[in-house]
């Protein structure tokens, strides 16, 4: 079946630090990618997606490339901030598979950034 | 746009007691709502997809007598969770798709705890 899967966390950064958050999937068709993001104590907010194969979703500074040739989509900002500081959530849906939009997730990776 | 709601966002019960929980779309029609349970530094779990008008569909493992579901409306969703006990504290997280197929908007979260 479909998965997804993120680096584990926690990523600890300072401030203005280079981010790489790693996400890499198996899905049977050709699915959606997500990012969403989690602040303490709060629901999910999307970050950014692509829907196809070398698109870029790109958002508040982060981007994500749908690479398909190496199933990946790792989440990347070049410089970040405390209030960065949240969980990061990696996600497909994957029509073939999951009929009614149905979302996989990853893990999670929390990030803290220092000041 | 593309606001989802939840009511209340923090609840406390005693045993046995039912709770119901609101999720609303404001700006948009949910054709489907997805209701999540999430545990501490976890993913999210899904529980069940809930259509307008029909019965909901719950996951393996969700026991649908316990965690019901109404979709009353195309902006409303609740879910009910019957004779409550303390392995049911968690963090319920509905979302709605609607605007844009392939994506869910996430409303913020309730804090269920049963004493």
């Known amino acids: 079946g479909d998965s997804v899967t993120q680096m584990e966390g926690p990523v600890t950064l300072s401030e203005e630090a280079f981010l790489t958050i790693n996400c890499t999937y198996t899905?049977?068709?050709?699915?959606?990618l997500f990012w969403y993001v989690q602040y303490p104590g709060e629901g999910l907010q999307l970050l950014l997606k692509a829907t196809k194969a070398d698109d870029k979703g790109s958002n508040k500074g982060f981007e994500a490339t749908y690479r398909k040739e190496t199933t990946s989509f790792h989440l990347e900002k070049g410089s970040v901030q405390v209030s960065d500081s949240a969980v990061y959530f990696c996600?497909?849906?994957?029509?073939?598979?999951?009929?009614?939009?149905?979302?996989?997730f990853g893990q999670g990776t929390e990030l803290s950034v220092k000041p | 746009g593309a606001v989802v709601s939840q009511h209340p966002s923090w609840v406390i019960c005693k045993s046995g007691t039912s709770v119901k929980i609101e999720c609303r779309s404001l700006d948009f029609q949910a054709t489907t709502m997805f209701w999540y349970r999430q545990f501490p530094k976890q993913s999210l779990m899904l529980m069940a997809t809930s259509n307008e008008g029909s019965k909901a569909t719950y996951e393996q493992g969700v026991e649908k007598d316990k965690f019901l579901i109404n979709h009353a409306s195309l902006t409303l969703s609740t879910l009910t969770v019957t004779s409550a006990h303390p392995e049911d504290s968690s963090f319920y997280i509905c979302s709605a798709t609607g605007l844009a197929p392939d994506t869910q908007y996430f409303g913020p979260g309730t804090r269920l705890t049963v004493l």
């Open positions: 996600a497909l849906s994957d029509p073939l598979y999951n009929q009614g939009g149905k979302l996989i």
């Open positions: 899905a049977t068709g050709y699915p959606s």
